[in-house]
């Protein structure tokens, strides 16, 4: 377990502006020792201002996003075409831009695609346990106002899973049905970054860092994630300040 890193930045734009940069010049560094890096995108509105950035930078720092493997941390159980998709938005507004190689982005079954959540659970599951490499290169997660990460929610019996991918069907973020990786498949990282935005996100951020006593995933779940190699906690003002 890494002791958690905290950078803080002035606001959204200029937070998303930083991680964007750090994520390309890590996929590109791991692309030159000859890896194909994995990552795990988060949904949530801190997630498409880094999609935006991530496309205005492209292949400045070199990174080959043909030569990236997509997952995603969860996955809101909605149609194919709807809004509400993590993976309909980062395609939209990143992955196709960028040229990433569709063989490589690997999403959440849709609700028009298979029978129930636990049968797209299930799925992904699989095709984690088929295509991941076993360690995420980077593992990127929004944080909820009660310290949820993926769909991973406070008190919630998802919690305990110890699968690869668990569905959630009564969130109490809408869409209630989602998809979600485990504590155990998200620990499966060399690098975890949290990217935290806004005043409502304080008190959270504030819980999952606390040292004395330290924070319980099953009240705050941000804190039962870390990295192999570094933990980093990306904040703008607003989120940090309850630190
Ligand atoms: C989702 C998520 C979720 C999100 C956080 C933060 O699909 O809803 O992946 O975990 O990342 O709720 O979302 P915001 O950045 O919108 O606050």
């Known amino acids: 377990m890494t002791e958690p890193l905290i950078e803080v930045h002035d606001d959204a734009t200029a937070l998303a ?23 795990a ?26 030569r990236v493997v997509f997952w995603w941390g969860d ?54 346990r088929e295509h991941g490499s076993g360690e995420f290169e980077v593992v990127l997660l929004g944080v909820g106002p009660d310290g949820h990460v993926a769909s991973l929610f406070p008190g919630h019996p998802a919690l305990d899973d110890e699968g690869i991918a668990v569905a959630v069907t009564d969130s109490p973020k809408p869409p209630p049905q989602r998809v979600s990786l485990t ?22 951020v504030a819980k999952a860092l606390a040292e004395h006593p330290p924070a319980d ?12 190699v570094e933990t980093v906690w990306f904040l703008d003002r607003e989120s940090a300040s309850k630190l």
């Open 17 to 39: 502006t930083a991680v964007a940069g750090a994520l390309v010049a890590r996929l590109a560094d791991a692309q030159e020792r000859g890896e194909e890096p994995q990552v």
């Open 41 to 66: 995108l988060t949904g949530g509105s801190i997630a498409d201002q880094l999609h935006h950035q991530l496309t205005r930078l492209g292949n400045d720092h070199g990174t080959d996003w043909a």
């Open 75 to 128: 996955e809101r159980f909605v149609a194919r075409g709807s809004d509400e998709r993590n993976a309909g938005a980062a395609r939209a507004a990143f992955l196709d831009p960028v040229g990433a190689d569709p063989g490589k982005v690997h999403e959440v079954p849709a609700a028009d695609e298979v029978d129930d959540v636990a049968a797209a659970a299930a799925a992904y599951a699989t095709t984690l």
């Open 183 to 204: 504590f155990n498949a998200l620990n499966r990282a060399r690098a975890v970054w949290f990217i935290v935005s806004g005043e409502a996100k304080a008190e959270a």
């Open 217 to 228: 995933p099953h009240e705050v779940p941000a804190a039962g994630v870390t990295g192999s």
